[in-house]
């Protein structure tokens, strides 16, 4: 049973957010990108209960980059997540070295790249109208302040889309509405698993420099930072195409 504050500040607003952007729909199969880590483990559990309420079809699906020791354990995980769950599991391999060598990208992009195809892949197969990714404020946030460290236009200000077209399957994020600490309150609130990605904690690449310590000084100045940068962007949305 859900205690009253994570209701009121978490699971009331993540409702709220899907019904004003038309996120999940009655009967229109879904897929969530599925790491195993926190985000999109919440993010399952999430779709798996608007997938009952909605009656649509969810499916879950692991990217495997091949680039990590853990890659085989964090599969492992992904599918017996889903399985508790009960949502139906799609595993997808990729060569992220292979597409780094054909269109001249960094490991990183590679990866990016890889890891979006194999999504629309498996929404074609299972004929799912909508991709669930688990990005949340503190993304929103992070992607803003990297583009002004990149030197942007105004276009870059709009940070992550909540919903944009992948070829003909619609990508959805339904999480963008709470930050990276509510959603560890949904985790432990619904004692849910999942496993960490020890590079998000390393400081070593630019995002993750935004992620450890630039957004942090910009919390303790104003603890609603991440919130004012996603209000700037949907205002700015409705000026910029």
């Known amino acids: 049973m859900q205690t009253l504050n994570f209701k009121a500040a978490v699971w009331q607003k993540l409702l709220a957010f899907d019904k004003k952007n038309c996120l999940f729909k009655t009967k229109a199969a879904a897929l969530v990108g599925l790491s195993g880590g926190a985000d999109s483990a919440a993010l399952l559990h999430f779709a798996a209960h608007m997938a009952r309420k909605k009656q649509f079809k969810l499916f879950a699906c692991h990217v495997n980059h091949g ?27 990729v060569n992220v070295k292979e597409v780094a060598k054909k269109y001249k990208l960094s490991a990183e992009h590679a990866a990016r790249k890889a890891r979006y195809a194999a999504l629309e892949e498996a929404a074609k197969e299972n004929k799912c109208a909508k991709i669930a990714l688990a990005h949340h404020l503190d993304d929103h946030a992070e992607t803003i302040l990297l583009n002004l460290l990149r030197g942007t236009k105004a276009k870059g200000l ?66 609603q930072i991440r919130q004012h940068l996603f209000e700037i962007s949907a205002d700015l949305a409705k000026y910029i195409k």
């Open 67 to 93: 680039l990590r020791k853990q890659a085989g354990r964090d599969a492992a995980f992904a599918q017996n997540l889903a399985l508790k769950l009960g949502v139906p599991f799609i595993l997808k391999n």
């Open 158 to 223: 709009l940070g992550i889309p909540v919903k944009r077209m992948l070829g003909k399957t619609e990508i959805i994020r339904p999480f963008l509405c709470i930050t990276r600490a509510q959603i560890l309150a949904y985790i432990k609130e619904n004692k849910l698993d999942y496993i960490d990605d020890e590079t998000n904690f390393e400081d070593i690449y630019t995002r993750n420099w935004v992620r450890l310590k630039l957004l942090p000084a910009l919390e303790s100045r104003q603890p």
